[in-house]
């Protein structure tokens, strides 16, 4: 391996592989390491992306890419212990391709080939110790007892952001700031999948759900289907398994045997348990994203959105790095590899849908910390459901049913406030 490179790139995910994608395209030297012992070893996702990023950027994606099916029906369930609400939306032939479900490993071993057919060299089972650091720029990096100069290093570590933090380029990361998601997957025939979630042999289901699914706590649930899998887990903000004295993988198997779920996957068996860091605090700081010699992107910029409906990242990381990329190719053509060359980098993202939706939705972390949506809303949601449906030669009117609904545990002032809160934040 050659101790030079036009540049180094920290980690093999979505947004670094994009990244070496396209500067390897324009002719420079690059280098990925990844310390996973292959690629997509370390990567962990719920199941889903979104497609629009990849039409532009990889135009016929959908002939190559290992598309598991495309999303045909979003799911929103609020849920008790025992009962559940759902909302469904039928996305009709248009839309229909605008997400698919993937398993992120196969997704970035296909997108490590395509960094290497351009010329990028990705080298798994490296870590990368910290980085070299000259005059006050970053030279490369360095990973056990070898150093590897570079003049443009990119910090695509991911949300568990260690070498940040070690060289003092972020605030040390809080456990209210990431969440810790669980990921099962259960195999089932493809026949059953179909007629369960009534959807043709490409087409698949994407689920969130909120309240039982975290046992109250700040999180959710989901589910996606995939060809002959489902993928179903948890996710709960870090701080909170302590604070309610509560274990990850009994969240995960009550939520798997909640009898809104069990039917959906009977007969299956378990092929995988995976856990991964989910950033929830925002973005970086627009000074945090860049400095003498590197730009940080995906993850570990905190390039994720969450509204509590939507749940993206994959596409926020391949933007970045894109944007990263064209970024370092501009300076390299003047030869500055300064703070002042790479703030370019801020320019793009600002005017890429990357910023514009996060900026957009910057209030919803905080309004997603109400602790009522996770524990009282799903119950008086269900509460009201069962009230309206029960027939017993009762008069059940809307407006009294859901305040019968509603008593003891949310006054009609604060379902107001939280509702204003709703609108404001997402």
């Known amino acids: 391996m050659s101790e030079k490179f036009d540049v180094a790139i920290v980690g093999a995910g979505p947004s670094g592989l994009t990244a070496a994608y396209f500067l390897a395209k324009a002719g420079l030297e690059v280098v990925v390491l990844e310390r996973g012992n292959e690629l997509g070893a370390k990567s962990v996702y719920g199941g889903r992306i979104y497609s629009h990023v990849l039409q532009r950027l990889f135009p016929g994606f959908e002939k190559e890419a290992p598309v598991e099916r495309w999303v045909r029906k979003e799911r929103l369930v609020f849920m008790t212990e025992n009962d559940a609400v759902t909302l469904e939306y039928f996305k009709n032939d248009e839309l229909v391709k605008s997400s698919f479900t993937a398993y992120l490993t196969k997704f970035i071993q296909w997108l490590g080939k395509k960094a290497e057919e351009a010329g990028a060299l990705i080298a798994t089972g490296v870590r990368v110790d910290s980085l070299i650091m000259e005059n006050g720029f970053v030279k490369g990096v360095i990973a056990g007892d070898e150093k590897l100069s570079a003049d443009y290093t990119i910090i695509a570590e991911g949300a568990n952001t260690i070498l940040l933090e070690k060289m003092g380029l972020k605030k040390r990361t809080e456990p209210h700031d990431v969440a810790l998601g669980v990921k099962e997957v259960i195999r089932l025939d493809e026949e059953k999948i179909n007629e369960r979630f009534g959807v043709d042999p490409d087409e698949g289901v994407a689920s969130l759900f909120v309240g039982y699914a975290s046992n109250g706590a700040i999180g959710g649930g989901f589910l996606y289907t995939m060809k002959k899998e489902v993928t179903l887990g948890v996710v709960v903000r870090l701080d909170q398994p302590a604070r309610y004295k509560i274990k990850m993988h009994e969240i995960a198997e009550s939520f798997r045997m909640h009898p809104a779920i069990r039917p959906l996957i009977r007969d299956g068996y378990m092929t995988e348990y995976s856990a991964h860091l989910i950033v929830e605090k925002g973005p970086l700081k627009e000074n945090e994203l860049y400095g003498n010699g590197y730009v940080v992107v995906g993850d570990a910029a905190g390039f994720e959105l969450n509204t509590g409906i939507i749940v993206r990242g994959v596409d926020f990381a391949m933007e970045s790095g894109k944007l990263a990329a064209d970024t370092i190719i501009r300076a390299r053509e003047n030869g500055d590899t300064s703070k002042n060359a790479l703030s370019h980098y801020v320019n793009l993202l600002r005017n890429s849908f990357v910023l514009k939706e ?69």
């Open 358 to 426: 996060l900026y957009a939705f910057r209030k919803a972390p905080r309004y997603l910390s109400t602790e009522r949506i996770y524990k009282v809303y799903p119950t008086v949601l269900c509460n009201f459901f069962r009230e309206i449906f029960t027939v017993d030669g009762t008069p059940r009117r809307l407006y009294p049913s859901l305040r019968k609904a509603m008593k003891n545990k949310v006054s009609l002032f604060t379902l107001i406030k939280d509702g204003l809160g709703a609108v404001r934040s997402l």
